[in-house]
Structure formats: C-alpha cells, structure tokens
C-alpha cells in the first residue's frame, strides 16, 4: 500500500537513522550499495511520486524532494540514488504513452523497483541499431556511458540512445539482468562512494519495440517533457541541502560534547565562546533562508507539473529559474560549510577516526555535475533581461 505524506517523511527519517548507524563504515568500505537499494524498497519509497493510476503513490515532487533532502542528512550517497531514481522512473509520466506506463509502471510500483540511468549527454551517443530479428520497432542498443548512477544496483535502467532509423533521441528501458549489459563497477571518487555510478556498456542489447518509452528530440519535446531537468536540478538542490543540515547536526553535537574552548577565548566551554556561536549562528541562517527557497521551489515544481500538458514555455522558464537559483545557493552553502564545520570543531576534530570529511567530499564531487556558475548566468540573465535558457538535459 502507497505511503501518504505525513508517512512517506516519516519513512525518510527511519531510513536515515538506519543508515547513521555505520555511515562512516559503509562509505569507507566503498561496497556497491545493494543492501541499501533494499533498505528503500522496504521503506516504500520508490513509488512514492508514481501515479495512482499505475499503483504508485501520486504524491507531489515537494513532498520526494523532501524525502531526499531528510536521507541526505545521513547519506547522500543514498539520496542520490533515490534521488535519481524519482527522476528516471518519472519518464513514465513525462514520455511513455499509456501503453509504456501500463507495461512498466505496474511492476515497478507494485515491487518497489528502483530506476538507474545512462543517458549521460556529455558522453558520446549510445547507438540504437534497427534489429528485425526484434519485430517492427525492435533495435540493438551498443555503446557506453562512464556515468551511470544507479544502474548497478536499480531493477531497471532508462537508457537514451540514438535511433540510426529515425535519426530521433529515444528512451528505452534496460532491465538489470539483460544480455550484453555490463557494469563496470568502476566508480572510484572522492565522495558519493556509495552512489553506484560507475560506467557501463550495452553490448548489442535487444530492445523490443514495447521496451521503448518515448522520443526526447526536441520536436518531440513538450513543456511538461522538459520538466525532467528542473526537477533533478531540484533535487540536487535539496541533496545538497540535506549535506549541509547533516553536517551542522553532526559537528553541533561534537561541538557540545568534546570540543574544548580555546585558551584565549576566556570562555568556560566551546558552546560559550561567541566565535563559535556567531559561525554557527551565520550558517544555520543562510541554511534555514536555502531551506525555505527549497520548499518554494518544490512547490512551483510541484504546481507546474500539475499543469501537465497544458504548461507553457513560459511558465516553465519560471520555474526553472527559481531552481537554478536554489542550486546556485545551495552548492556554495554546502561546499562553505561542510569545511567550515572544522573552525567550530575543532583540530582534534580532523581525526579521521570521526570521518566529518565525508560531508565535503560529497558535496565537493556532486556539485561539480553541471557547473554551478552556468545556473548563475542563467539567474543573472533572466533578471536583467527576463529571459529563459533553452532546454537541454542541464538547463
């Protein structure tokens, strides 16, 4: 049964607390995050955002944002995959006709599916190669992506790929255990060690003409399609919002239990010295001021999507610039304070027996996904001269 929303959040926090019991561990250990994958499926959180229609949850995209946002506080290299996840498995309602939502979205509600992806667009095209042996429609997918989050560990994975037929942009779906799909199991970085982002390669992959969601060209491309990009750029922006809340709980409790005041400060414990408070003071600030503009953000992603196909450009450029402006405040926050977190903690605080550098080095590896300073150009460009950045899978 579908989670409603008071009890999806609740869901959320009982899966982070799970996942702060060894997250130190399990990030150093770098292990592909199988029995985490499981740990979302028994929450009920993959379908949260699907329609009801199909089984899924139909609850709006602020209500996953924050789903993701609370996780990330412990994890975030769980709240990418879910993250992600809400994203891909969403292509569903953005571009799969009824026939395409019925043969995949059933299965995928009623078993708590988790959705990977490679549709990467900075890597080469993958190749769909017309295939009669697979009937009208058929193909065989060939390529590779270095980038894949979540196809390791996901039941599925949605694929874009170029059809040498049509010369069109479609996305397919690859299940985990299809012939010539390899995982590298290659994803060596400095944070987000538990995303399951390693690269990987379809070798002649048959893809039947019912295994193909939808066209993403661009003359196929609709307002409500286009939603894809300001609804993972949201959820970036609340990943990274988690991080940072995360960070500040974690170094807040050291700060109150071990950290000593410094010999000139004249203070008698670290949470009286008014260095200590006005740095916590100034983060936690601008933390709550990111937060609010995340649940306004969530909310105009939330109203739009209602609209469905009935929303304009315009109404879409809108909504795309108040989530580039989230993302924009929301990576300098995280990057600035995941490192500030050490001035009010402390030296013996950079023991690695602690790991608090694993909140830095998270968000110091996602944020580099799509450079932050181009979502401020857009911001700056948009205010001076109103206007909106033309889709593409970034903007």
């Known amino acids: 049964m579908a989670l409603d929303a008071p009890q999806a959040?609740?869901?959320?926090?009982?899966?982070?607390?799970?996942?702060?019991?060894?997250?130190?561990?399990?990030?150093?250990?770098?292990?592909e995050p199988v029995p985490e994958a499981e740990l979302l499926r028994k929450a009920g959180l993959p379908n949260l955002l699907l329609p009801t229609s199909i089984g899924g949850g139909g609850l709006p995209w602020s209500v996953g944002l924050e789903v993701v946002r609370e996780i990330a506080r412990t994890d975030g290299s769980i709240a990418q995959l879910l993250a992600y996840h809400y994203v891909n498995a969403h292509n569903l309602v953005w571009v799969a006709d009824d026939a395409g939502r019925a043969r995949w979205g059933v299965p995928s509600a009623e078993q708590q599916w988790l959705w990977g992806d490679a549709v990467n667009p900075v890597d080469p095209d993958l190749e769909l190669v017309a295939d009669p042996a697979a009937g009208a429609g058929g193909y065989l997918l060939r390529g590779t992506k270095t980038f894949s989050t979540g196809a390791s560990v996901g039941d599925v994975t949605v694929v874009g790929g170029?059809?040498?037929?049509?010369?069109?942009?479609?996305?397919?779906?690859?299940?985990?255990?299809?012939?010539?799909?390899?995982?590298?199991?290659?994803?060596?970085?400095?944070?987000?060690?538990?995303?399951?982002?390693?690269?990987?390669?379809?070798?002649?992959?048959?893809?039947?003409?019912?295994?193909?969601?939808?066209?993403?060209?661009?003359?196929?491309?609709?307002?409500?399609?286009?939603?894809v990009t300001p609804a993972i750029q949201a959820a970036f922006g609340h990943f990274y919002l988690g991080v940072t809340r995360g960070a500040l709980e974690t170094a807040a409790e050291y700060t109150r239990t071990t950290s000593r005041p410094w010999l000139l400060s004249g203070a008698a414990s670290a949470t009286e010295d008014p260095y200590v408070l006005a740095t916590y003071g100034r983060l936690v600030a601008r933390l709550r001021a990111a937060e609010a503009l995340g649940r306004s953000a969530g909310l105009s992603l939330s109203q739009a999507h209602e609209r469905g196909l009935d929303l304009t450009w315009d109404e879409r450029g809108e909504v795309a610039e108040e989530i580039a402006a989230l993302k924009v405040v929301s990576s300098d926050l995280a990057v600035e304070a995941t490192s500030a977190i050490y001035e009010v903690t402390g030296a013996r605080a950079t023991s690695n027996k602690y790991g608090f550098d694993r909140f830095w080095r998270n968000v110091r590896t996602h944020t580099l996904h799509d450079p932050v300073q181009h979502k401020a150009r857009e911001v700056g460009d948009h205010f001076l001269t109103g206007r909106h950045p033309q889709f593409t899978l970034y903007t």
């Not at 009982?14 to 130190?24: E, I």
């Not at 939808?214 to 286009?226: I, K, Q, R, V, Y």
């Open 162 to 227: 170029l059809a040498g037929d049509s010369g069109k942009h479609l996305l397919v779906v690859v299940p985990r255990e299809a012939a010539g799909f390899v995982k590298g199991g290659d994803w060596d970085n400095l944070g987000q060690r538990l995303s399951a982002s390693g690269s990987v390669r379809f070798e002649d992959v048959r893809i039947a003409s019912g295994d193909v969601l939808g066209s993403t060209s661009p003359e196929d491309t609709t307002p409500f399609s286009s939603l």
């Open 9 to 31: 959040l609740d869901a959320a926090r009982d899966v982070a607390q799970h996942l702060a019991l060894d997250a130190l561990e399990r990030d150093r250990a770098g292990a």
